[in-house]
């Protein structure tokens, strides 16, 4: 019975703060008359050492049923009264907090008003209590899982680190193998290292590891739930060929009857229809690529050329996608970014005839699996004479990207040197305006590439379109304006446009699923970006160059610093605390409408069809209450906030 | 909101309305105004006002809910037939709601309460919600001291007409 509850109020004068400022005395005797309080006692200062002992110990001797406190900054000293609650044997949910200082006496003038305030918020405090009802400290483990999200080297190194650390990993990939545009690369700033000798033994690591589950091609259609325990809806897209089984021999490949141009040589040479997607690639074994195989495509046919001519029986078309639920604790999206379109920039001269090439273009060259296998062919078949690498192309300008992309400066000036090397009498001209060369290394080799015989020309960017190219019988005339303002050209036998990155058209569908914001350009971002690849979403990581543009060193170096904020918070045998104050459904009352499942903020409603009745998700309700005032059949309560407690607590401030 | 309403047993707004109350001209009156303030920006605004020694009403009483989202339209009514004079709900700036979507509730609930009080004749500006974040002290004192001034303005609310209504809905004639 309500009636019978003893309340105990104790009432902090704050060193004068609050006691100078009304008339405690009237305050104590007003709240003295309330019917349930048995006791009321003042303290100097009750967040202290001797104010936290003195309610210890008259906690156990009178053992309240309820406890009021009024003083000040009462959200930032409540944590540490309820701890006296605790170790006083009671539960610290019994406690109300009445902020009798920043709430009252410090902003109110009159001392008659103050104290009137302060007896009406007093008695809207004990009244409150009365309806407080004792609440448990739950705990779930905090998932240890991860699911990494993206083909970069971010997200790569980010589930190589954890499964280092034992975690399980479900890796996902909207392509049919991670490695993205390292893969594509042949060299690495700034030691010029073979790059596909680095992305190799990570991505072999990675195909090995006990811990990592590859799910490519596939794509994340849901994320459920909250930090320690993301349930993440996976579906796989078929490969049509078994992985395991596939050696790979390359007889389907040449008994394909397709072929069509491989976007991973930038359609600089074709491939069958069933392929390797690189040198390499993961889950090892080749993949059927829908769209142009014409059992597939939109006039099927009932072509069996490959699987016939498989001597694995590798080949499954009747493989199809499958959906699963996976259950992990945190999750890293590190999408890779994709090159600026080159054919934007300089539609007329990207005709496919003339020797103008995006810098990724261009750099497949120099790869002896490439489609030239290693040479500096042109498309007449002759090395070239003379190369323009172009700058900023399609960058800071409003027509393309308005921003630098800080890597391509690093990797124009990157094949320059294996120009010179493959082709030492090619005249190499690097054109640009400002040279984005940051960190340690990057002067020196600029400084270095120039020296190794690389010409700098240095134009106005803010002049007019940056650059022109006409293509004339000979190759292309490069046109611009020098620094000096006056018309400038080049005729070269090769142009090379040095492209930026944009974010991933991917990343349009991992905000919405993720939850993740984007900054103007589209890149994900962090809620903090300077300080953490947290988003605001709690246990949800974003690194990677679909974060921001950047070159594989820094795009490493983010998915590592992903790993780092999810190792330091799930940590095996740590558990997550499940919110006190969450929603509670009555079965009785509900009618099972859904109208709560639409409200949550955070889908922490189901609904239980056999009964008929919303089902709350305890580990993922936050505790906000949105459901409560929702709900038309007020069959949902919060507790801690409940109705009962906020009516009580209006009725006493307005009855005084 | 309905069943408070529509529930015959209860007193309801209108017949806090309709009933007789204090004569303003001859009797002391303060107002009162119930200020429901969310637990993350304006509750904590509230604190800032308090640290920097703003003058807030004394006659605004603060009650913190978790979320403008729990202010449940329902216990507005019923805060209004109880005694309150007016009444200020307050949360997160749009886009800052720390559950994501709190404050888009309430600022829907809002414009449905906003006509049924209408509809009743009781002065829309009895009921205000705004936004206040946690570093708006001044903002905090500002609105509360606006919202002590307009409701004395409307006079109580159980005076028989509760205030000049600026704008009348089809029904609320």
């Given at each position: 019975m309500i009636s019978d509850l003893e309340v105990a109020v104790y009432l902090c004068e704050s060193r004068g703060h609050v006691s100078d400022e009304l008339e405690l005395d009237a305050v104590v005797e007003t709240i003295s008359e309330h019917p349930n309080v048995t006791d009321v006692r003042t303290h100097e200062l009750l967040c202290g050492p001797d104010g936290h002992d003195l309610l210890r110990s008259e906690i156990r001797e009178n053992e309240p049923d309820r406890i009021v406190v009024g003083g000040g900054s009462l959200k930032d000293k409540r944590p540490g009264f309820e701890t006296v609650l605790e170790s006083a044997g009671m539960n610290p949910f019994l406690l109300q907090m009445v902020d009798l200082r920043e709430q009252c006496s410090w902003v109110t003038d009159d001392p008659e008003a103050t104290t009137e305030k302060a007896c009406r918020l007093l008695r809207g405090g004990v009244e409150r209590a009365l309806h407080l009802e004792?609440?448990?400290?739950?705990?779930?483990?905090?998932?240890?899982?991860?699911?990494?999200?993206?083909?970069?080297?971010?997200?790569?190194?980010?589930?190589?680190?954890?499964?280092?650390?034992?975690?399980?990993?479900?890796?996902?990939?909207?392509?049919?193998?991670?490695?993205?545009?390292?893969?594509?690369?042949?060299?690495?700033?700034?030691?010029?290292?073979?790059?596909?000798?680095?992305?190799?033994?990570?991505?072999?690591?990675?195909?090995?590891?006990?811990?990592?589950?590859?799910?490519?091609?596939?794509?994340?259609?849901?994320?459920?739930?909250?930090?320690?325990?993301?349930?993440?809806?996976?579906?796989?897209?078929?490969?049509?060929?078994?992985?395991?089984?596939?050696?790979?021999?390359?007889?389907?490949?040449?008994?394909?009857?397709?072929?069509?141009?491989?976007?991973?040589?930038?359609?600089?040479?074709?491939?069958?229809?069933?392929?390797?997607?690189?040198?390499?690639?993961?889950?090892?074994?080749?993949?059927?690529?829908?769209?142009?195989?014409?059992?597939?495509?939109?006039?099927?046919?009932?072509?069996?050329?490959?699987?016939?001519?498989?001597?694995?029986?590798?080949?499954?078309?009747?493989?199809?996608?499958?959906?699963?639920?996976?259950?992990?604790?945190?999750?890293?999206?590190?999408?890779?970014?994709?090159?600026?379109?080159?054919?934007?920039?300089?539609?007329?001269?990207?005709?496919?005839?003339?020797?103008?090439?995006?810098?990724?273009?261009?750099?497949?060259?120099?790869?002896?699996?490439?489609?030239?296998?290693?040479?500096?062919?042109?498309?007449?078949?002759?090395?070239?004479?003379?190369?323009?690498?172009?700058?900023?192309?399609?960058?800071?300008?409003?027509?393309?990207?308005?921003?630098?992309?800080?890597?391509?400066?690093?990797?124009?000036?990157?094949?320059?040197?294996?120009?010179?090397?493959?082709?030492?009498?090619?005249?190499?001209?690097?054109?640009?305006?400002?040279?984005?060369?940051?960190?340690?290394?990057?002067?020196?080799?600029?400084?270095?590439?120039?020296?190794?015989?690389?010409?700098?020309?240095?134009?106005?960017?803010?002049h007019g379109d940056w650059i022109d190219l006409t293509v004339t019988d000979d190759g292309v005339t490069v046109a611009g304006t020098n620094r000096d303002g006056n018309p400038a050209e080049l005729e070269v036998d090769a142009v090379v446009l040095a492209v930026g990155l944009e974010p991933g058209v991917v990343v349009d569908d991992l905000a919405e699923t993720f939850d993740l914001e984007r900054d103007e350009r589209g890149f994900l971002t962090a809620e903090q970006p300077i300080t953490s690849t947290a988003v605001a979403r709690d246990g949800i990581y974003v690194a990677g160059p679909s974060a921001g543009p950047d070159g594989e060193h820094a795009t490493l170096t983010q998915g590592i610093s992903a790993v780092g904020e999810v190792l330091s918070r799930a940590v095996p045998g740590r558990d997550v605390e499940l919110e006190p104050r969450r929603a509670v459904i009555d079965d009785e009352l509900c009618t099972g409408c859904r109208i709560c499942l639409e409200t949550c903020p955070f889908d922490a409603i189901d609904r239980d069809d056999e009964r008929g009745v919303a089902q709350l998700r305890d580990e993922v309700c936050q505790g906000c209450g949105a459901c409560v005032s929702a709900c038309p059949a007020d069959a949902i309560d919060q507790r801690g906030f409940t109705t009962a407690q906020l009516e009580a607590e209006i009725d006493g401030v307005i009855e005084g | 909101m309905t069943d408070v309403l529509e529930d015959p047993d209860r007193e309801t707004l209108e017949s806090v309305i309709e009933s007789e109350a204090t004569d303003p001209a001859t009797e002391e009156w303060t107002p009162l105004v119930v200020a429901f303030l969310c637990n993350w920006c304006s509750y904590e605004g509230a604190q800032t006002a308090g640290g920097a020694r703003k003058t807030v009403p004394a006659n605004v009483f603060p009650v913190r809910v978790m979320c403008s989202g729990r202010v449940d339209y329902d216990l507005v009514a019923k805060t209004l037939t109880d005694g309150a004079d007016g009444i200020l709900v307050l949360g997160c700036h749009e886009g800052d709601c720390h559950y994501k979507t709190g404050n888009y509730l309430t600022r829907k609930r809002h414009a449905l309460f906003t006509a049924v009080l209408q509809g009743l004749g009781v002065h829309e500006d009895r009921v205000r919600l705004d936004w206040v974040s946690a570093d708006e002290g001044e903002r905090y004192a500002t609105v509360t001291r606006e919202m002590a001034a307009r409701v004395r303005e409307l006079g109580p609310l159980a005076d028989g007409n509760s205030g000049p209504t600026t704008e009348v809905t089809a029904d609320g004639d």
């Open positions: 004792p609440l448990a400290r739950e705990t779930v483990a905090y998932d240890t899982g991860v699911l990494v999200y993206g083909e970069s080297i971010a997200a790569i190194d980010a589930a190589l680190q954890l499964a280092v650390a034992d975690r399980q990993v479900y890796l996902v990939t909207e392509a049919d193998s991670p490695g993205g545009l390292l893969v594509q690369k042949e060299f690495l700033y700034p030691k010029d290292q073979c790059a596909p000798c680095r992305a190799a033994p990570k991505l072999k690591e990675l195909d090995q590891s006990d811990d990592v589950e590859l799910i490519a091609p596939g794509q994340v259609t849901s994320v459920r739930g909250v930090a320690g325990n993301f349930e993440i809806t996976i579906e796989s897209e078929p490969r049509y060929v078994d992985s395991e089984a596939c050696i790979p021999c390359d007889r389907c490949v040449d008994a394909c009857p397709v072929s069509v141009p491989d976007e991973f040589e930038f359609e600089l040479t074709d491939r069958a229809a069933i392929y390797e997607p690189f040198s390499g690639s993961i889950p090892g074994g080749y993949v059927i690529d829908e769209e142009n195989c014409v059992r597939f495509d939109e006039s099927p046919t009932d072509c069996t050329e490959c699987a016939d001519a498989c001597p694995m029986d590798a080949v499954q078309y009747e493989e199809t996608g499958t959906t699963r639920e996976v259950t992990v604790g945190s999750a890293i999206v590190a999408p890779e970014a994709q090159p600026y379109d080159a054919d934007r920039v300089h539609p007329t001269a990207r005709d496919g005839q003339t020797d103008v090439y995006s810098n990724l273009e261009f750099e497949r060259f120099f790869t002896e699996s490439g489609p030239t296998n290693g040479a500096v062919e042109l498309r007449d078949g002759t090395e070239p004479d003379s190369v323009a690498i172009v700058h900023c192309a399609g960058s800071r300008c409003e027509d393309h990207l308005s921003y630098c992309s800080g890597t391509c400066c690093l990797d124009a000036l990157k094949l320059s040197r294996a120009l010179l090397e493959a082709v030492p009498d090619c005249d190499v001209y690097q054109v640009f305006d400002d040279l984005v060369v940051p960190g340690r290394e990057g002067e020196a080799y600029a400084q270095e590439t120039f020296e190794m015989g690389a010409t700098p020309v240095r134009w106005d960017l803010d | -």
